[in-house]
């Protein structure tokens, strides 16, 4: 690991601000990726500012009837909160399917949001990497590649981003509230948040420099059946070969929000008009212009089978 400079800040404005008063700053929540990161020196930041006690550690009602997520809650009471299980279960549920219970612990819900890939190139070193090394090219494409990405993807970059909490999030149409380095706040849609990785995939947001999260918004709560399903090698401690992300009517509509696919949780809209019609009409939607490799194509039909399984459960 580097050496770096440290401190700790008692605001969000704060921190903002520490952030932009010195370069190549990184933000310390929960640590459970950037420490493991800086050990690898994949990530080397010349300052650590801690926001661990900044105060954004609350879940609260919002007035539009939705709740108003603290950027440090961490993943174990988000999961546990009572309103969270009752009214928005697929979060709670996909929470649960994340990591171990001592890392929920610690994992927060801003850090959640933002940890990197866990593409095997992009952790190696010796290998590659874009969004490691911008402009060295990507050895995932013609390497080993069961894992990785089939849609939204490039020919710079076909990691996926690793997130289960992020995937029910999309469905929850949630936003991001932020506040940057000048004091001024803003809500960004998840649905806008992450970037596709086209020509530059090391820029994994649309956040600005210094810009650092408050907190995550969720609307007023969606009836329907809630269900998170994710498909993996192993039944626990393991990322998602796919995640399916559901809110199912009673008439068959719903939301639809997809993980293990794409750079970004991967949810279509329009897609979802065809969801009545079942699965397959809908998977043809969600994926077209995949772009698989010949290790990872059978992730289309593996997306298609779970989203059936899916929609039976609700059904029943």
Same mark, same amino acid.
């Not at 969270?84 to 279960?89: A, H, I, K, P, W």
């Given at each position: 690991m580097k050496t770096f400079t440290y401190e700790r800040v008692r605001t969000p404005a704060e921190a903002a601000a520490a952030a932009a008063r010195t370069p190549g700053s990184k933000?310390?929540? &929960?640590?459970?990726? $950037?420490l493991d990161l800086m050990k690898l020196e994949i990530e080397t930041p010349a300052h650590i500012i801690d926001v661990g006690k900044v105060g954004l550690d609350k879940i609260e009602p919002t007035p539009a009837g939705g709740l108003r997520i603290g950027a440090l809650v961490t993943n174990t009471d988000l999961a546990n909160h009572l309103p +969270? #299980? #009752?009214?928005?279960?697929l979060l709670s549920r996909a929470l649960l399917a994340g990591a171990t219970g001592q890392l929920r612990n610690k994992a927060t819900t801003a850090g959640n949001l933002l940890q990197r890939t866990r593409c095997p190139y992009f952790y190696d070193t010796n290998q590659r *990497?874009?969004? #490691? +090394?911008? &402009? =060295? &090219? *990507?050895a995932a494409i013609a390497g080993f =590649? #069961?894992?990785l990405g089939v849609i939204g993807t490039s020919n710079a970059c076909i990691a996926t981003h690793p997130s289960d909490m992020a995937v029910a999030m999309r469905a929850l149409d949630a936003g991001v509230e932020t506040v940057k380095a000048n004091g001024t706040t803003r809500t960004i849609p998840l649905a806008q948040f992450y970037r596709l990785p086209g020509q530059t995939p090391h820029l994994e947001t649309i956040l600005e420099k210094n810009e650092l999260i408050t907190a995550v918004l969720l609307p007023p709560p969606v009836g329907g059946v809630h269900i998170y399903q994710k498909v993996r090698d192993r039944a626990s401690y393991a990322f998602a070969l796919i995640s399916v992300g559901a809110i199912v009517q009673k008439d068959g509509t719903g939301r639809i929000a997809v993980g293990g696919v794409a750079p970004q949780p991967w949810r279509v809209e329009t897609a979802e008009q065809l969801l009545p019609a079942g699965a397959k009409e809908f998977t043809a939607q969600l994926l077209q212009g995949a772009r698989p490799t010949k290790e990872n194509a059978f992730k289309l039909a593996l997306v298609e089978n779970t989203v059936a399984a899916v $929609?039976?459960?609700a059904r029943h």
């Open positions: 933000f310390l929540a &929960g640590g459970t990726n $950037l +969270v #299980r #009752r009214d928005y279960g *990497c874009n969004k #490691r +090394v911008p &402009g =060295s &090219g *990507c =590649s #069961r894992q $929609l039976n459960e």
